[in-house]
Each structure stands twice: as structure tokens, then as C-alpha cells.
């Protein structure tokens, strides 16, 4: 977010809460139980500061902490619930859920519902039945990976026969698990729930293992993603390093953004070249890519690249198609990219043995690691803190490690990226030694340096 620009951070919320929250915690700070958050806590979006800078704190500087009111909106008995998940896989989905179903059960909810495979379980045309959702059934399910209610793209442009759906089965609240699109949906669902009088609350877990909602410290699966993909590149290494002139690529996700793609290079400690959306390259030419990965070849005799699925669409997709989620359909990168290497290599009959390894869907598919098991149960809680004190049209997320609400409208107004002039990117760049830019015809005022010292 740059300086000049400011967003509301209000949450809205349903009417007024007369209802004393069945879950009993304290007021009192050190009296050793936990404590309700109350609606004057607030985080601070962004942390740094500048010694001498006398700035007064304005609302668009704070979000609202999440986490359990004393006082609440819905009558715990009276509550039906509906979840669904939309998109493509992301490890810790089910995580999600039984953390919701688990949270509202400790409220005195009984009837929760599953929607099946997506905005689409509500469309009558599909005739997809509803799945109870009890403490039972849920209970085993973040051992697997996937998608307990199963998932799909689309539907969510339906909005009408949408909310005719959750009016038909009687839900107060709504949760949505799912990316860009999925929370587009659910705004708009929660617009035409608004025109029509009704008391429903809407809650999004955001989902994206691209790490790209802008203010949230990160996005649940992508812990796993990274540690699944530094498997994969250990397994390119160990071949690239094993024959002539060995060539590991692999692609990752990442349509606009290379958080993955950098975060498995620095975690790996075994890639040479990062290729991401953010940072443009040249091919060919004399600071192209390929002319560094010969030099790389002819002085170390082996190289491992990863390269974000969302690298050179500009230069690839020749015309803009989209899928039904609305997202762009991307041509395939990494089999470009293998084969303009191969070619590459042949014409100046240099033998190289290139693998290329493409783990998308094995990285989708994982069960959570640790670390994004208990972020999935806490963002779960929150999701249904938020909701029982019928606040709506938010999405839970950490921001500087603290469990907020965001307002939909504003956290599906950008995309985060990459800063390449940022740090994530420069420790990216000492981690591979790959050169600053690799770009031809640079500007006389840019600084760039192709010279590093490499180990030996």
C-alpha cells in the first residue's frame, strides 16, 4: 500500500449484540483465563516508523483483532451454519473446517452444513446434497489432504439462485473458504443478502497457496506448498548434479506472484535461478537468461531453476482466455521453457541432461505440515468468533502475527507481489547468486552488476 492511498477497515456487523456468549472467559487482565477481545483492540498494519515522525494513528492505519466477544449476535440454538470451499486444492482446508465445526459446537450450534463441490452445491441444477457436518465426522479429517466437501470453480457469478439456496435452508451464516475469486463471490453474495433484508453473516478464510491477499502476513497451505516444493528441487538437484551437464527445472505455482518460487529457493539452498512474474527477463542475448545459465553450465557443469507458472505470460499467451473461476488461462511455462533450453543447448551442440519437474497438483493435493495445521485451526476459531458476533463481509488474517478482520471489499481490491526491491527478493538473490537483472538494453542509470563471487 503506498503512502497516498487509505482504505476502511470498519467492520460491518449485523445489528446490535444482546446475546451473553456461552463460552465463558474473563474481562480481567491476569486473573490467569482467557479473555474476550472487544471491539477497541486493534492492530496496527503496518508496524515500521521513522525515528521524529509525529503521525496521529487514523482508522485506516489499524484492523480489528479477532477472537471471541463477551456479548454476541445469534442465539447459539437457533444457528445453522453452512461452509463451503471453492477452487482449487490447498493443503489445510480441512483443517479449516473442523476447526469451524469444532469452535461452533463449543457455542451450543448443532446444524452445520457442508456445501458441496463449491458455489455450485448451491445451484439446484447439479442436485448435489447437502453434508451434515458433526464433531464426529469431522474429527480425522485434517489428516487428508484435498477437500472433505469437495471443491469446483464457478458458480459463484449465480448470486441469486445463491441466496434463493441459503434462504431455502434456513442459514444464518456463511462461511467460504477459497481465493481471489471465492471471496469476489462471496461479497457479492453478501451484497444481495444485505438487499434483501436478511440477517445472514458472511466470513472468509482466505485461501491461496500464491500467498497474494494483499495485508495478510501469509496464506494458509503455503508453508506446505514451500516445504513440499523443497523436496522437489532436492530430487532436481540430486539429478541435475549426477549426469553431464545436469539441468534441473521446476515449476511452481504462482500465477502473479513468486512468493513460492523465493521462499523455496531460500529454504532449499540448492537453486541457482528464480524466475517469477514480478522481475521481467530476457531469453536470449548477452544479459539473457540463457547466456548466464551457459556460463553457470561451463563453470559448475550443473544447474537447478525454478520458475513460477506466472513467468513471461506476457509473452506467451497470445490471446485472453479465463476459466470459470475468471482467472486467465496461462500458457504452460515450464514446458516452454525446457524445451527453448533444450533447443538452446543443442544449437551450440553442448550436451546437457535437462529434467523438468512439474509438482503443482502433488503440492495442492498434501495434508498441512505443522505449521499450517495450527494456523488452519486458529483461523478456523476466529472464522467462527467473527461470525457468532454477527460481524460480515470480513475475512480472517494474521496481520504482524495477529489474528484480525478485514473487510472483503478491501482485501479483494489489489494483489500482493514480490517487491523486487525488497528484501525477500534481495535474500533471493544472494541465495542463488543469480544476476540482479538479466535483461539486455539496460538503462544507463540502472544499477547492475553481473560480477558476484562464486563459491567454489
Given at each position: 500500500?503506498?503512502?497516498?492511498?487509505?482504505?476502511?477497515?470498519?467492520?460491518?456487523?449485523?445489528?446490535?449484540?444482546?446475546?451473553?456468549?456461552?463460552?465463558?472467559?474473563?474481562?480481567?487482565?491476569?486473573?490467569?483465563?482467557?479473555?474476550?477481545?472487544?471491539?477497541?483492540?486493534?492492530?496496527?498494519?503496518?508496524?515500521?516508523?521513522?525515528?521524529?515522525?509525529?503521525?496521529?494513528?487514523?482508522?485506516?492505519?489499524?484492523?480489528?483483532?479477532?477472537?471471541?466477544?463477551?456479548?454476541?449476535?445469534?442465539?447459539?440454538?437457533?444457528?445453522?451454519?453452512?461452509?463451503?470451499?471453492?477452487?482449487?486444492?490447498?493443503?489445510?482446508?480441512?483443517?479449516?473446517?473442523?476447526?469451524?465445526?469444532?469452535?461452533?459446537?463449543?457455542?451450543?450450534?448443532?446444524?452445520?452444513?457442508?456445501?458441496?463441490?463449491?458455489?455450485?452445491?448451491?445451484?439446484?441444477?447439479?442436485?448435489?446434497?447437502?453434508?451434515?457436518?458433526?464433531?464426529?465426522?469431522?474429527?480425522?479429517?485434517?489428516?487428508?489432504?484435498?477437500?472433505?466437501?469437495?471443491?469446483?470453480?464457478?458458480?459463484?457469478?449465480?448470486?441469486?439462485?445463491?441466496?434463493?439456496?441459503?434462504?431455502?435452508?434456513?442459514?444464518?451464516?456463511?462461511?467460504?473458504?477459497?481465493?481471489?475469486?471465492?471471496?469476489?463471490?462471496?461479497?457479492?453474495?453478501?451484497?444481495?443478502?444485505?438487499?434483501?433484508?436478511?440477517?445472514?453473516?458472511?466470513?472468509g478464510i482466505p485461501k491461496t497457496v500464491d500467498n497474494d491477499f494483499?495485508?495478510?502476513?501469509?496464506?494458509?497451505?503455503?508453508?506446505?506448498?514451500?516445504?513440499?516444493?523443497?523436496?522437489?528441487?532436492?530430487?532436481?538437484?540430486?539429478?541435475?548434479?549426477?549426469?553431464?551437464?545436469?539441468?534441473?527445472?521446476?515449476?511452481?505455482?504462482?500465477?502473479?506472484?513468486?512468493?513460492?518460487?523465493?521462499?523455496?529457493?531460500?529454504?532449499?539452498?540448492?537453486?541457482?535461478?528464480?524466475?517469477?512474474?514480478?522481475?521481467?527477463?530476457?531469453?536470449?542475448?548477452?544479459?539473457?537468461?540463457?547466456?548466464?545459465?551457459?556460463?553457470?553450465?561451463?563453470?559448475?557443469?550443473?544447474?537447478?531453476?525454478?520458475?513460477?507458472?506466472?513467468?513471461?505470460?506476457?509473452?506467451?499467451?497470445?490471446?485472453?482466455?479465463?476459466?470459470?473461476?475468471?482467472?486467465?488461462?496461462?500458457?504452460?511455462?515450464?514446458?516452454?521453457?525446457?524445451?527453448?533450453?533444450?533447443?538452446?543447448?543443442?544449437?551450440?551442440?553442448?550436451?546437457?541432461?535437462?529434467?523438468?519437474?512439474?509438482?503443482?497438483?502433488?503440492?495442492?493435493?498434501?495434508?498441512?505440515?505443522?505449521?499450517?495445521?495450527?494456523?488452519?485451526?486458529?483461523?478456523?476459531?476466529?472464522?467462527?468468533?467473527?461470525?457468532?458476533?454477527?460481524?460480515?463481509?470480513?475475512?480472517?488474517?494474521?496481520?504482524?502475527?495477529?489474528?484480525?478482520?478485514?473487510?472483503?471489499?478491501?482485501?479483494?481490491?489489489?494483489?500482493?507481489?514480490?517487491?523486487?526491491?525488497?528484501?525477500?527478493?534481495?535474500?533471493?538473490?544472494?541465495?542463488?547468486?543469480?544476476?540482479?537483472l538479466m535483461i539486455n538494453n539496460l538503462q544507463s542509470d540502472t544499477?547492475?552488476?553481473?560480477?558476484?563471487?562464486?563459491?567454489?
Amino acid at each position: 500500500m503506498s503512502e497516498n492511498e487509505t482504505f476502511d477497515f470498519t467492520i460491518e456487523e449485523l445489528g446490535n449484540r444482546n446475546v451473553h456468549s456461552p463460552i465463558a472467559m474473563s474481562k480481567i487482565k491476569g486473573d490467569m483465563i482467557a479473555n474476550y477481545v472487544t471491539d477497541d483492540e486493534f492492530v496496527l498494519l503496518k508496524p515500521q516508523a521513522k525515528l521524529g515522525a509525529q503521525t496521529a494513528i487514523k482508522r485506516s492505519h489499524v484492523v480489528e483483532c479477532a477472537g471471541p466477544r463477551e456479548m454476541i449476535y445469534f442465539t447459539p440454538h437457533h444457528v445453522h451454519a453452512g461452509i463451503v470451499s471453492c477452487g482449487g486444492l490447498c493443503p489445510g482446508i480441512n483443517d479449516v473446517i473442523r476447526a469451524i465445526v469444532r469452535c461452533l459446537s463449543r457455542y451450543g450450534v448443532s446444524r452445520i452444513s457442508g456445501i458441496r463441490y463449491g458455489y455450485k452445491g448451491f445451484l439446484p441444477e447439479y442436485k448435489f446434497d447437502i453434508m451434515p457436518l458433526t464433531m464426529k465426522n469431522v474429527d480425522d479429517i485434517h489428516k487428508l489432504g484435498g477437500t472433505f466437501l469437495g471443491s469446483a470453480r464457478g458458480g459463484g457469478k449465480e448470486v441469486a439462485k445463491i441466496v434463493d439456496a441459503i434462504e431455502q435452508l434456513n442459514l444464518n451464516i456463511l462461511f467460504t473458504i477459497g481465493g481471489d475469486g471465492t471471496q469476489r463471490g462471496s461479497l457479492d453474495i453478501a451484497n444481495e443478502i444485505e438487499k434483501r433484508g436478511l440477517k445472514i453473516a458472511t466470513v472468509g478464510i482466505p485461501k491461496t497457496v500464491d500467498n497474494d491477499f494483499i495485508f495478510i502476513d501469509r496464506s494458509f497451505g503455503f508453508d506446505t506448498a514451500v516445504a513440499e516444493a523443497v523436496e522437489v528441487v532436492t530430487a532436481a538437484h540430486m539429478e541435475a548434479n549426477s549426469q553431464i551437464n545436469g539441468i534441473g527445472l521446476v515449476k511452481v505455482m504462482g500465477r502473479e506472484s513468486g512468493f513460492i518460487a523465493a521462499h523455496t529457493a531460500l529454504a532449499s539452498h540448492e537453486v541457482n535461478f528464480v524466475l517469477i512474474p514480478e522481475v521481467p527477463f530476457d531469453l536470449e542475448g548477452p544479459n539473457g537468461f540463457l547466456h548466464h545459465l551457459e556460463d553457470r553450465i561451463n563453470r559448475r557443469h550443473h544447474a537447478v531453476i525454478i520458475i513460477a507458472e506466472g513467468a513471461l505470460q506476457d509473452k506467451l499467451i497470445k490471446e485472453v482466455k479465463t476459466d470459470e473461476g475468471g482467472n486467465v488461462k496461462m500458457a504452460d511455462v515450464g514446458t516452454y521453457m525446457r524445451d527453448r533450453i533444450q533447443k538452446f543447448f543443442d544449437d551450440k551442440k553442448i550436451e546437457t541432461n535437462l529434467k523438468y519437474i512439474d509438482p503443482s497438483y502433488m503440492i495442492r493435493s498434501a495434508p498441512a505440515v505443522p505449521s499450517d495445521s495450527i494456523y488452519c485451526e486458529r483461523l478456523g476459531n476466529a472464522a467462527a468468533h467473527a461470525a457468532m458476533a454477527g460481524k460480515t463481509k470480513l475475512i480472517i488474517g494474521l496481520v504482524n502475527n495477529e489474528f484480525v478482520h478485514l473487510p472483503t471489499k478491501v482485501v479483494i481490491s489489489q494483489r500482493n507481489h514480490v517487491d523486487p526491491e525488497g528484501s525477500l527478493w534481495r535474500d533471493t538473490l544472494d541465495a542463488t547468486q543469480q544476476p540482479v537483472l538479466m535483461i539486455n538494453n539496460l538503462q544507463s542509470d540502472t544499477i547492475f552488476t553481473s560480477e558476484f563471487s562464486i563459491p567454489t
